[in-house]
């Protein structure tokens, strides 16, 4: 059974920095993509990023909300997708979902809330 | 971007009746060269992460009812339930990844009436 645990959430300021990880097991990691998925309080699922499989290049693309103050990588022989976060600023604060990524998301995990407050 | 809109936002049926959802892209987001379309339908309950329900507009997820059913091409979808059960009250969701970025409906909340 696939399994996607996330960590690293929590409360940051304006402007900070903060580094998602996303530990997986019950799959071959390094043969699989992953993306990331957020969800603000009360409101619909937005697209943050992916992050292709390392034999395909390990290629990224990214929402443009996010896209040149978030950073998607891999370690493959830890198992673990990162998501590292930038120039954070209040309407990125939202449930931050770790997926497996087959253009679909065939597998979510529990998801970690980041809050972005002064 | 594709913009995907949901219709209705949300919806009161009976239990055993029929809900129906619908999802409309804003460009096809159907690949001529293999006739798949690329829309995947989300269940979301409340307080627990998205659970994949379709994909390929109409293939059934794995270990997903077969009440569930998704239809549609090129840029209208339908998501059906044959007979609603309590345990299928959630916020639905439509997603194309036919491009980036990918682009999700604004969700369809579906009650027991």
């Known amino acids: 059974e696939v399994q996607l645990v996330e960590s690293g959430g929590g409360l940051v300021e304006p402007g900070g920095s903060l580094r998602l990880s996303c530990a997986a097991s019950?799959?071959?990691?390094?043969?699989?993509?992953m993306a990331w998925v957020r969800q603000a309080p009360g409101k619909g699922l937005e697209w943050v990023g992916r992050?292709?499989?390392?034999?395909?290049?390990?290629?990224?693309e990214y929402a443009a909300p996010v896209k040149g103050r978030f950073t998607i990588s891999r370690d493959d022989s830890k198992n673990t997708v990162y998501l590292q976060m930038n120039s954070l600023k209040t309407e990125d604060t939202a449930v931050y979902y770790c997926?497996?990524?087959?253009?679909?998301?065939?597998?979510w995990g529990q998801g970690t809330l980041v809050t972005v407050s002064s | 971007d594709i913009v995907m809109t949901q219709s209705p936002d949300s919806l009161a049926v009976s239990l055993g009746e029929r809900a129906t959802i619908n999802c409309k892209s804003s460009?096809?987001?159907?690949?001529?060269?293999?006739?798949?379309?690329?829309l995947t339908w989300y269940q979301q309950k409340p307080g627990q992460p998205p659970k994949l329900l379709i994909y390929w507009a109409s293939t059934r997820e794995s270990g997903v009812p077969d009440r569930f059913s998704g239809s549609g091409s090129g840029t209208d979808f339908t998501l059906t339930i044959s007979s609603l059960q309590a345990e299928d009250v959630a916020v639905y969701y439509c997603?194309?990844?036919?491009?980036?970025?990918?682009?999700f409906g604004q969700g369809t909340k579906v009650e027991v009436k």
């Open positions: 997926t497996k990524y087959s253009g679909y998301s065939d597998c």
């Open positions: 019950g799959l071959t990691f390094s043969s699989a993509s």
């Open positions: 997603q194309q990844y036919y491009s980036f970025p990918l682009t």
């Open positions: 992050i292709k499989r390392t034999t395909d290049g390990g290629t990224t």
């Open positions: 460009q096809s987001v159907l690949y001529s060269s293999t006739n798949k379309n690329a």
